[in-house]
T-cell receptor
Framework: DAKTTQPTSMDCAEGRAANLPCNHSTISGNEYVYWYRQIHSQGPQYIIH???NNETNEMASLIITEDRKSSTLILPHATLRDTAVYYCIVRVVETSGSRLTFGEGTQLTVNP | EAGVAQSPRYKIIEKRQSVAFWCNPISGHATLYWYQQILGQGPKLLIQFQNNGVVDDSQLPKDRFSAERLKGVDSTLKIQPAKLEDSAVYLC???????????????FGPGTRLLVL
């Protein structure tokens, strides 16, 4: 799986949009971009994933650049409960159950 | 829907002792994963089961770690003997193997925090 690069930490004001960048310049054509987050003392939680089109669900939006070398996770209205480590992962999905390879992620702190 | 259950939540042992962790996946999930998460790092996959067969155990230290999923449901991960560097959170996850990996989401349990003294 391709490696990803994320900032170590970011801060965001409560109620504002949080934009978390991820660089995956060596991504292959068959690799998807996944985002998980991990709130302190809990297991990771799936957020969203995509291939090349932008995606949106009830939790977040995922914007993938046209060349697919980077992406941004957007939390439109961050709350204190969104404070967590956010992991950007690229993953081959040709085979069911292929592994998730986690990096160190971005620690997002939402401030009141 | 009940989530992935793990026990115990915390365990403290001395080095060279043995320890076992238990995981009950979400009902109907055929694929089960064990991850190790050392403080300050992301989770690392140790072993993956599909039903009761091993799919990937390439990162499992087989000289001291073992895992089983005898009836394709619950799973146990064992460490024998434990070393100081095994101090970590052990996470279990499961997924519904639908045949379309694109749709597959891994659901994680709360983890077992192990401290080896």
């Amino acid at each position: 799986d391709a490696k990803t690069t994320q900032p170590t930490s970011m801060d965001c004001a409560e109620g504002r949009a949080a934009n978390l960048p991820c660089n995956h310049s060596t991504i292959s054509g068959n690799e998807y971009v996944y985002w998980y987050r991990q709130i302190h003392s809990q297991g990771p939680q799936y957020i969203i994933h995509g291939l090349k089109n932008n995606e949106t669900n009830e939790m977040a939006s995922l914007i993938i650049t046209e060349d697919r070398k980077s992406s941004t996770l957007i939390l439109p209205h961050a709350t204190l409960r969104d404070t967590a480590v956010y992991y950007c992962i690229v993953r081959v999905v040709e085979t069911s159950g292929s592994r998730l390879t986690f990096g160190e992620g971005t620690q997002l702190t939402v401030n009141p | 829907e009940a989530g992935v259950a793990q026990s115990p939540r915390y365990k403290i042992i001395e080095k060279r002792q043995s320890v076992a962790f238990w995981c009950n996946p979400i009902s109907g999930h055929a694929t089960l994963y064990w991850y190790q998460q050392i403080l300050g790092q992301g989770p690392k996959l140790l072993i993956q089961f599909q039903n009761n067969g091993v799919v990937d155990d390439s990162q499992l230290p087989k000289d001291r770690f073992s895992a089983e999923r005898l009836k394709g449901v619950d799973s146990t991960l064992k460490i024998q003997p434990a070393k100081l560097e095994d101090s970590a959170v052990y996470l279990c996850a499961s997924s519904l193997t639908s045949g379309s990996a694109y749709q597959e989401t891994q659901y994680f349990g709360p983890g077992t925090r192990l401290l080896v003294l």
